[in-house]
């Protein structure tokens, strides 16, 4: 069903959005106006990966989600189409929206399906991305005529390709003409490889990973164990002048002390005893490229000596063998202990210290990462669903809830394997439903979560018997009280976890009946 706007008001609507928002949202804004539907989502072709960047009317973990073309029969069909792809009623191919609409409760499998391939104009009609179109109601799109919906689809794709265009020119011109090498986008959209999260802190880390990558310098990456150095040591790498040659993974914790220096710089055969073979080191081998060594906090003293030499001179000498060799190393690090404490204990070279962190980079713990555990968690469930082969996989709302709560002291690394644990036990409990649901008694972190209690609390009120705002009042009060008690009645704290203005709270409180003052 389609509203009284015309294509041209569309194409007018079009020219009027700020292409250096950096977002589609406006986009969706204007389509919708004219079609009207339940659900409507944008999607970058990245490899053969479909990413989500735009939505309305789906769960908001959708957006995390990374769809593969060949696993999902209705986007394959409309990638390898030209023209706009209505669904038949009767179509059997399973929609990767089942369940994950949000106009109505309950698992609702989507009935009118269509979709517009869109292609670009200038890059040998490249398909750059699909946009979808889903409603509950079977008739919604029968009066859509094809010829507007293909005057659409030339609107949109010309509109999503300049957008496109003026991301690329300013993610590579905001930090001068070190920044000029195109992104590897094969490489980053790569499982394990792009780094989900819209947080502020993690756009803080993204922007510095693309400042550091274009560089030479050392990278000291600091952060709790879990919370992904390692993906960002690979960023780094990718992002670089030496993204074509190898990164090389050292783990500095795994070494033993008497063979630390044999897979540093490599050995000659009979060097000593169990040598049988000439072997090439770490350095050796990252020669043009990036020796990633991570744990370097566990590097034993007499070794954190070699290593100072090598990053000083460049130079490797392989055991048992008289001659230096030069190689060209950058030397990304990685530790989730405090190096600068380690130094003052005289556990850690200062002048190594001072070496490694030419630019040090903070990692933030998962808690600190306001509402990226819900986008990871999204990527996680497809990542699992793949490998379980459940054709739909969804959370929860209380499981979404159960997640925002927890503390996540095991960080991105305990959100996938909960993850993965809960689906499978949703899977043996639910193996007869098209549509899989993880609920919070599938993730077995009730007992850990710190606010699981109080949250549980909340769901299961009765609220029958008041109205919208009464129970509204209820929520907030509680919400309020629970978190004063949580930062020991620590007004600004309770502001920042809530996610609102103190002095907002504050009056807030007041009107709710919460003695302010005292808790001053």
């Not at 398909?127 to 005057?151: G, I, K, M, R, W």
């Not at 510095?208 to 390692?230: H, N, P, R, W, Y």
Request: with cysteine; glycine share 4%; net charge neutral.
């Amino acid at each position: 069903m389609t509203s009284q706007k015309s294509i041209l008001d569309i194409a007018l609507a079009l020219a009027h959005v700020n292409p250096n928002k950096n977002d589609f949202s406006d986009l969706l804004s204007c389509i919708s106006e004219w079609i009207h539907c339940d659900a409507v989502a944008l999607l970058i072709k990245q490899g053969e990966t479909l990413k989500p960047v735009a939505q309305r009317g789906l769960s908001q973990d959708t957006l995390g989600r990374r769809f593969e073309i060949n696993e999902h029969p209705r986007l394959f069909e409309i990638c390898r189409s030209t023209q706009p792809l209505k669904f038949a009623k009767e179509c059997e191919l399973p929609d990767p929206y089942d369940g994950l609409l949000q106009s109505r409760e309950g698992d609702f499998p989507v009935h009118a399906c269509m979709g517009l391939p869109l292609y670009s104009q200038q890059q040998d009609s490249q398909l750059l991305a699909v946009l979808t179109f889903d409603s509950l109601n079977e008739y919604a799109f029968d009066d859509v005529p094809h010829t507007q919906l293909t005057q659409l689809m030339q609107l949109v794709a010309a509109h999503v390709e300049t957008l496109l265009t003026v991301q690329h020119y300013q993610q590579h011109a905001q930090h001068n003409h070190q920044l000029a090498q195109q992104l590897n986008l094969e490489a980053l959209t790569r499982e394990g490889v792009e780094i989900i999260g819209n947080s502020h802190c993690m756009q803080i880390l993204k922007n510095d990973i693309q400042l550091v990558a274009a560089s030479e310098f050392s990278v000291l990456i600091q952060g709790d164990t879990g919370v992904g150095k390692e993906l960002v040591a690979r960023n780094i790498h990718l992002n670089s002048k030496r993204r074509e040659q190898p990164l090389i993974h050292l783990n500095c914790a795994s070494l033993p002390e008497n063979l630390a220096e044999s897979e540093f710089f490599g050995h000659s055969k009979g060097a000593f005893t169990g040598a049988h073979s000439t072997r090439q080191g770490k350095f050796q081998l990252a020669d043009g490229g990036t020796l990633f060594l991570d744990e370097i906090g566990e590097l034993p003293l007499a070794m954190q000596s070699k290593l100072l030499r090598v990053l000083q001179s460049g130079e490797v000498q392989t055991v048992g063998e008289d001659q230096s060799r030069y190689v060209d190393v950058r030397v990304i690090a990685a530790t989730n202990r405090d190096l600068k404490q380690e130094v003052a204990e005289g556990r850690f070279r200062a002048d190594l210290y001072h070496r490694l962190r030419v630019y040090p980079l903070n990692v933030p713990a998962l808690k600190e990462r306001e509402n990226d555990v819900i986008l990871l968690a999204g990527f996680f469930v497809e990542q699992t669903a793949r490998k379980l082969a459940i054709k739909q996989l969804k959370l929860g709302i209380d499981t979404q809830i159960l997640l925002r709560q927890y503390d996540w002291p095991g960080n991105v690394r305990e959100l996938e394997h909960v993850i993965s644990r809960a689906a499978l036990k949703a899977k043996q409990q639910q193996w007869q439903q098209k549509i899989i649901t993880i609920e919070p008694l599938h993730c077995d972190i009730e007992k850990r979560a710190t606010n699981t209690h109080t949250t549980t609390q909340l769901i299961n009120t009765n609220t029958s018997s008041l109205s919208l705002k009464e129970a509204t009042d209820a929520f907030s009060y509680q919400m309020i009280m629970q978190q004063l008690e949580q930062h020991n009645l620590n007004w600004a704290a309770t502001a920042r976890t809530l996610k609102v203005d103190r002095a907002n709270l504050v009056r807030l409180a007041k009107r709710l009946g919460i003695n302010v003052k005292k808790s001053l």
